[in-house]
């Protein structure tokens, strides 16, 4: 069993930062990707930044240069750093994670989810 353990989430006035954390545990082999994803009210979920074990980032066109992404492997955590929020940025927010476990072929793992609402 995998867990993805998400924290961090919460209120934030437009303009403002927050910052989310993810850790994973369980019967983890290696872990190839971990990143955020979110989902505002009527719309699909979107990939907002993923950092690879090697470092190779992937973000948003929407987040560049706001939004800073980081891993601490050792810990099997990855961060998320938040700045100059907008009220559109309102979503749960996900973490992801591509795991390979002692067997079978790696998989996409969810955490459960951590509301960010930007609002005055």
């Known amino acids: 069993q995998v867990q993805l353990v998400e924290s961090g989430g919460g209120l934030v006035q437009p303009g403002g930062s927050l910052s989310l954390s993810c850790t994973a545990s369980?019967?983890?082999?290696?872990?190839?990707?971990m990143g955020w994803y979110r989902q505002a009210p009527g719309k699909q979920r979107e990939l907002v930044a993923s950092?690879?074990?090697?470092?190779?980032?992937n973000d948003a066109d929407s987040v560049k240069g706001r939004f800073t992404i980081s891993r601490d492997s050792a810990k099997r955590t990855v961060y998320l750093q938040m700045n100059s929020l907008t009220p559109e940025e309102t979503a749960v927010y996900y973490c992801?994670?591509?795991?390979?476990?002692?067997?079978?072929?790696?998989?996409?793992?969810w955490g459960q989810g951590t509301q960010v609402t930007v609002s005055s």
């Open positions: 992801n994670a591509k795991i390979q476990g002692y067997t079978g072929i790696p998989r996409d793992y």
């Open positions: 369980g019967l983890i082999f290696s872990i190839h990707s």
């Open positions: 950092i690879t074990s090697g470092g190779k980032i």
